[in-house]
């Protein structure tokens, strides 16, 4: 749900709103819109007398957080950026009173329209016309634009894979020129760009940015085959372990990525290629458990975990007939080695997962001390 009310309260006050941006891109592509972002001739000191409940979000760039019915919305004060020294924001900004000054420092045409709340247009920089056209066009000079901002570079490659659109030939240029600039970009960053572009319906676009040296800091250069990852689920957890698996150099330590799914990229690399036989999923089920398993299933393209778990055969000690209760006389590792025998076994012979059965068959497996 649009949150109108933001905009007429700020119009009905005799300020100018417009919303801006990426929601404006994806109304105008029919596309879910997760976040409203509004910009106005409002000072930020205005916005906040306006409505009644506001974070001051970031007051020296213009920007309060208004916690409107429908959740929260950014609105950001009309303004020109100053220089960008730390390559990533400016070091102060202007207050300005036109739309169009406003639109003139954002990134690419198609992210620099406005909209008010009954659907009319503003598009000082053919951004519309890219939009049909599907380009990502710089506004104004490409180089300046990546100079000012590094992960706009990265933000550009992303746009393509999400949008499937393609870059107008003199801000692809310029992004080559400016590639270097993203080693001052932190890992949080990139890793955030990456994994989004990863998701996106054309991964593909990530060998795009490792072949234009956006991701040298992370130790990958060069161009990378990676067409093979858009058959896979868009999760994170299926296309960085395919990401991984497809790039045997990917240092997965280079990103920030969460320990749990290093962990599971890992494994999924350890256990590549996966098993061809039910027996083989078995035994990956048994030994990484079934989130790992499944991974590994989804990398392969297979039901065989789904039809394993289905069938209720036991994969794990915890569906095993018997117990550590059921050897008194074992403690520790001897414990543990005679619990997963017995589990070998019953992975090979299910119904064997009986407890008379594998009582029986442990004699055998006692050392004889």
Same mark, same amino acid.
């Given at each position: 749900m649009?949150?109108?009310?933001?905009?007429?309260?700020?119009?009905?006050?005799?300020?100018?709103?417009?919303?801006?941006?990426?929601?404006?891109?994806?109304?105008?592509?029919?596309?879910?819109i997760?976040?409203?972002?509004?910009?106005?001739?409002?000072?930020? /000191?205005? @916005?906040?007398?306006?409505?009644?409940?506001?974070? *001051?979000?970031?007051?020296?760039?213009? &920007?309060?957080?208004? +916690?409107?019915?429908?959740?929260?919305?950014e609105v950001t004060?009309?303004?020109?950026?100053?220089a960008y020294h730390d390559g990533r924001h400016p070091d102060a900004v202007r207050f300005v009173r036109s739309l169009r000054e406003d639109t003139a420092r954002r990134d690419f045409t198609v992210n620099a329209m406005a909209m008010d709340q009954r659907g009319n247009i503003r598009d000082f920089y053919g951004g519309r016309a890219d939009l049909a056209a599907g380009i990502l066009r710089c506004v104004g000079a490409p180089e300046r634009r990546f100079r000012e901002?590094?992960?706009?570079?990265?933000?550009?490659?992303?746009?393509?894979?999400?949008?499937?659109?393609?870059?107008?030939q003199a801000s692809w240029?310029?992004?080559?020129?400016?590639?270097?600039?993203?080693?001052?970009?932190?890992?949080?960053?990139?890793? /955030?760009? @990456?994994?989004?572009?990863?998701?996106?319906?054309? *991964?593909?676009?990530?060998?795009?940015? &490792?072949?234009?040296? +956006?991701?040298?800091?992370?130790?990958?250069?060069?161009?990378?085959?990676?067409?093979?990852?858009?058959?896979?689920?868009?999760?994170?957890?299926?296309?960085?372990?395919?990401?991984?698996?497809?790039?045997?150099?990917?240092?997965?330590?280079?990103?920030?990525?969460?320990?749990?799914l290093v962990r599971l990229c890992q494994t999924a690399r350890a256990h590549w290629p996966a098993p061809e036989d039910p027996l083989g999923w078995k035994r990956l089920l048994a030994a990484e458990g079934e989130e790992a398993a499944r991974l590994l299933a989804a990398l392969a393209q297979t039901d065989a975990v789904?039809?394993?778990?289905?069938?209720?055969d036991c994969v794990s000690l915890k569906t095993l007939a018997v117990s550590g209760r059921d050897f008194p006389l074992l403690r520790g590792p001897a414990l543990g080695q005679m619990l997963h025998a017995l589990l070998?076994?019953?992975?090979?012979? *299910?119904a064997d997962n009986r407890r008379d059965i594998l009582l029986e068959l442990s004699k055998k497996f006692e050392s004889p001390s």
């Open positions: 649009r949150p109108d009310k933001v905009l007429e309260t700020l119009q009905s006050a005799g300020y100018e709103a417009w919303y801006v941006g990426g929601c404006v891109r994806d109304t105008l592509l029919g596309r879910p997760h976040d409203w972002d509004v910009t106005t001739s409002a000072l930020p /000191e205005q @916005v906040l007398a306006l409505f009644p409940r506001t974070v *001051p979000t970031g007051l020296p760039h213009g &920007t309060v957080t208004v +916690l409107s019915d429908v959740g929260p919305v004060t009309y303004r020109a950026d100053g901002d590094a992960l706009r570079m990265l933000r550009g490659c992303r746009f393509g894979a999400q949008l499937g659109f393609t870059s107008e240029a310029a992004l080559l020129r400016c590639a270097p600039r993203c080693e001052q970009l932190s890992r949080e960053r990139i890793t /955030e760009e @990456v994994t989004k572009t990863l998701c996106s319906p054309a *991964p593909q676009w990530v060998g795009t940015m &490792t072949d234009a040296g +956006l991701l040298t800091s992370c130790g990958l250069t060069g161009p990378q085959n990676l067409t093979g990852l858009a058959a896979l689920p868009p999760t994170a957890e299926a296309r960085w372990a395919g990401f991984a698996i497809l790039v045997p150099e990917l240092d997965l330590s280079a990103f920030r990525l969460p320990a749990k789904d039809k394993i778990l289905a069938s209720g070998g076994h019953v992975l090979q012979c *299910p």
